[in-house]
């Protein structure tokens, strides 16, 4: 795993309709439209906040969280506007794999702006970053997320019955969903000897 290529200077990401790039203090207001949408956080861990202040805060922990290299968060740009956030964290460099997250803000749903977001860190992790395993947890009922991580190429693993806490969600059973890079690159027909090794 190449910590350095995610933790050294922050990416800036592009792919053809969008730009994944940092979250700064300038982008409050489009942040704040978006936690304080309870709509958002019906399939997600996240506490929506209904307070600008606290939502001011969270942005200097994103920047925390990336200094102290736990997790990366990107906003993600369309024509220069946030339109939502993806995350890469649970970071495990003993078995070289990641987790992954997204949401957008409700006006951008089902646009394809979340599938795009997430090939695009997907081919970064994997030829960029070097990582073997790429997972995501899904809560049962979220379909739309599902569609977007098969797209992708994930595949079902499995259903973790009762077997995590979330924030406002208590205990809840989550499907697991995950892409090898071996895979990632046969359906791509890169040559794996071409790439720099773990």
């Excluded at 350095?4 to 800036?12: E, G, K, L, Q």
């Excluded at 736990?70 to 990641?98: P, T």
């Excluded at 208590?170 to 969903?177: H, S």
Aim: a neutral charge.
């Amino acid at each position: 795993m190449n910590f350095d290529a995610i933790f050294s200077d922050f990416p800036v990401l592009q792919s053809d309709h969008l730009v994944l790039s940092k979250i700064e203090d300038i982008h409050l207001e489009e942040v704040f439209a978006i936690y304080n949408n309870d709509a958002v956080f019906t399939y997600c861990g996240i506490i929506p906040k209904h307070n600008k202040q606290t939502v001011q805060k969270m942005i200097s922990h994103f920047e925390r969280d990336f200094n102290k290299k736990k997790r990366i968060k990107w906003g993600i740009f369309q024509d220069n506007r946030l339109v939502g956030i993806i995350e890469v964290m649970s970071f495990n460099k003993d078995v070289n794999m990641a987790s992954i997250g997204y949401f957008l803000a409700e006006e951008f749903w089902n646009k394809g702006i979340s599938t795009e977001a997430v090939q695009r860190i997907v081919r970064f992790l994997f030829e960029e970053v070097n990582i073997n395993r790429i997972q995501a947890e899904v809560m049962p009922a979220n379909k739309i997320s599902k569609k977007v991580l098969l797209k992708n190429g994930f595949i079902k693993e499995g259903v973790l019955r009762q077997a995590s806490v979330w924030a406002g969600k208590g205990v809840i059973d989550l499907e697991i969903y995950s892409i090898l890079k071996n895979d990632y690159m046969l359906e791509r027909g890169i040559n794996m000897t071409m790439m720099t090794s773990c």
